[in-house]
């Protein structure tokens, strides 16, 4: 069936840095890809998406690729600051026969950023 | 502001008890659903409705219910709690199923459930 992974956390971080959080999925047919971001006490927000290979989501500094021929979506900034620390989590859309509009997540990655 | 708003946001209950989580939405929005959010295991569906008076279950149903007699409400019901059901329970929407798989959900703030 399909799956997301994402890896493990949390990561550590300085004022500054580079951020990259891997994620690749298994899946049939053509999902939807997402990035959530879940600040401390707070529900998720859809952070950015794509919704076919090749397509870029960006939001706030952030990106990532919809690789098809790597089955990855990993999530990417180039310089993150403290109020960017969070729980991300991985996500993509299960188009399979059930049709429920279910998403699939990943287990989140926790993000700690030092000033 | 315009989102799915979740009541209450805390909870403790004892084994036996019964409660209804409340969710609301004005943004009318077709689709709803309830997610249940526990620590290394991500997001797992619970149940959801493609519109008022039609509901279905996901992946982990057993020991809740839901009804929709209204597109902004979509209440989910515990019957009889469990410490099995402590958990972050998250409420979503989109405007339709279809587009729930295309471009995602909006969420509500959660509500924190302990069952002692």
């Known amino acids: 069936g399909n799956s997301v992974t994402q890896m493990e956390g949390p990561v550590t971080l300085s004022e500054e840095a580079f951020l990259t959080i891997n994620c690749t999925y298994t899946?049939?047919?053509?999902?939807?890809l997402f990035w959530y971001v879940q600040y401390p006490g707070e529900g998720l927000q859809l952070l950015l998406k794509?919704?076919?290979?090749?397509d870029k989501g960006s939001n706030k500094g952030f990106e990532a690729t919809y690789r098809k021929e790597t089955t990855s979506f990993h999530l990417e900034k180039g310089s993150v600051q403290v109020s960017d620390s969070a729980v991300y989590f991985c996500?993509?859309?299960?188009?399979?026969?059930?049709?429920?509009?279910?998403?699939?997540f990943g287990q989140g990655t926790t993000l700690q950023v030092k000033p | 502001n315009a989102g799915v708003t979740q009541t209450p946001k805390f909870q403790v209950l004892k084994t036996g008890q019964s409660m209804t989580l409340q969710c609301a939405q004005d943004?009318?929005?077709?689709?709803m659903s309830w997610y249940r959010q526990d620590p290394g295991m991500g997001l797992r569906l619970i149940h959801y409705s493609v519109g008022a008076g039609i509901t279905d279950q996901g992946e982990v149903p057993n020991g809740y219910n839901v009804s929709r007699s209204t597109t902004e409400d979509f209440p989910l019901r515990l019957l009889s709690a469990a410490p099995s059901q402590t958990s972050v329970y998250f409420c979503?929407?989109?405007?339709?199923?279809?587009?729930?798989?295309?471009?995602?959900?909006?969420f509500g703030s959660g509500t924190r459930l302990t069952v002692v």
């Open positions: 899946a049939t047919g053509y999902p939807s």
């Open positions: 996500a993509l859309s299960d188009r399979g026969s059930s049709n429920t509009g279910k998403l699939i």
């Open positions: 943004m009318n929005h077709e689709y």
């Open positions: 979503a929407s989109s405007a339709s199923r279809d587009r729930a798989t295309i471009y995602g959900y909006t």
């Open positions: 794509a919704t076919k290979a090749d």
